[in-house]
């Protein structure tokens, strides 16, 4: 693979073979979900209007991603949508080893060799009576699941030259003690407005602090900031995104000295080069900081990180293939 810049995953992905899907009814191709309790094609699939996962967002969920017919860490993710359930008193009706089957079956429905995987537990139907409300036992929690093509965040030319990024000025990301950030969960408000923020000041992607000009996650990924020969990313404030651990372990593969803990805006301002990292994105370089270049382009560490990442996702690294035969 070049070494030089970030390599073009996306158009691989549309010329190589290993990407090409398992051919598939015309119904199950653009998508397949589970709602509740069945299996239906995505253009099917539809939520109770009144679950309180659309109406108080009351639900946690997790997303992993799918690349050459092989989930990327699949375990990881589960055992961190188990942590979710947990923190936010909500229980899956499925062990874990029914959990990957159904989410197996569900990228060999479509057919996808790359996927993107969500699924999420509600809270189900509102209880009868108000005070029912107070006891997390009385709830029926409910499992819904989807897969849809891979969709990146940035496209290879944005990877290639980096993003621009904005601080958010006017949202602060939701405190821990509010919604603990650990568990994925839907109260995104923060997050989204911020992303509107920064379109309304021509940037590309924001980043969210804790008003105290501490940096801690951007809208569907985790920061990394470069300087010298330090990688720091936050260590609070943030969910452990996977690919935040695939990055942290391949800067120790590289020997990078790597810090995990405080990391200010002005970190950012002055850094040698900067990514975010998504399992909708992979590693997605950064150019500019509110309209400040910190890097020409994708930088040496970020355009290395990125190519390691795909180089060995592709040779089966934390790589669990998917059984296209569950289905046909
Ligand atoms: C708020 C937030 N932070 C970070 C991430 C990155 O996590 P992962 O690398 O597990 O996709 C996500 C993923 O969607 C997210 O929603």
């Known amino acids: 693979m070049n070494g030089l810049s970030p390599v073009s995953v996306q158009e691989i992905m549309a010329n190589d073979p290993a990407h ?30 009144t679950d309180l996962g659309l109406v108080r967002a009351d639900a946690v969920y997790d997303v992993v991603s799918v690349s050459r017919g092989q989930f990327f860490r699949l375990e990881d993710h589960q055992a961190r949508f188990a942590r979710s359930c947990d923190r936010m008193k909500l ?11 159904l ?29 029912d409300r107070l006891h997390a036992e009385r709830f029926q ?12 965040i940035k496209d290879d030319a944005d990877r290639q030259a980096g993003i621009h990024l904005h601080v958010s000025n006017d949202y602060i990301r939701i405190p821990s003690n509010a919604v603990d950030p650990r568990a994925k969960n839907f109260c995104s408000l923060d997050l989204n407005m911020s992303l509107m923020e920064a379109g309304a000041a021509g940037a590309e992607w924001s980043v969210l602090t804790d008003g105290k000009n501490v940096l801690t996650e951007a809208p569907g990924s985790n920061i990394f900031v470069i300087r010298e020969n330090r990688i720091m990313t936050p260590e609070l404030g943030c969910l452990e995104g996977i690919t935040r651990l695939t990055a942290l372990e391949l800067c120790a593969e ?28 992979g590693i997605l370089p ?13 930088g040496p560490v970020s355009t290395r990180i ?23």
């Open 20 to 49: 090409a899907p398992v051919a598939r009814a015309q119904e199950w191709t653009a998508g397949a979900a589970y709602v509740i309790d069945r299996f239906v094609p995505l253009g099917e699939a539809a939520v109770p209007i």
């Open 91 to 101: 229980s899956s009706p499925f062990v874990q080893a029914e959990e990957s089957a």
């Open 103 to 131: 989410l197996n079956e569900l990228v060999a429905r479509s057919g996808l060799r790359d996927a993107y995987v969500w699924w999420a537990v509600t809270r189900g139907a509102n209880l009868p009576h108000p005070s």
């Open 141 to 152: 929690n409910r499992f819904y699941a989807f897969v849809i093509p891979y969709v990146f």
């Open 254 to 281: 590289i020997g990078l000295n790597i810090e995990v803990g405080t990391v200010t805006v002005d970190d950012l301002l002055t850094a040698d080069e900067a990514f975010l990292t998504s399992s909708a994105g």
């Open 286 to 298: 950064v150019s500019t900081v509110n309209d400040q270049p910190i890097c020409q382009g994708s």
């Open 306 to 328: 990125h190519n390691l990442y795909w180089e060995k996702r592709w040779a089966g690294w934390h790589g669990t293939p998917v059984d296209y035969e569950a289905v046909n």
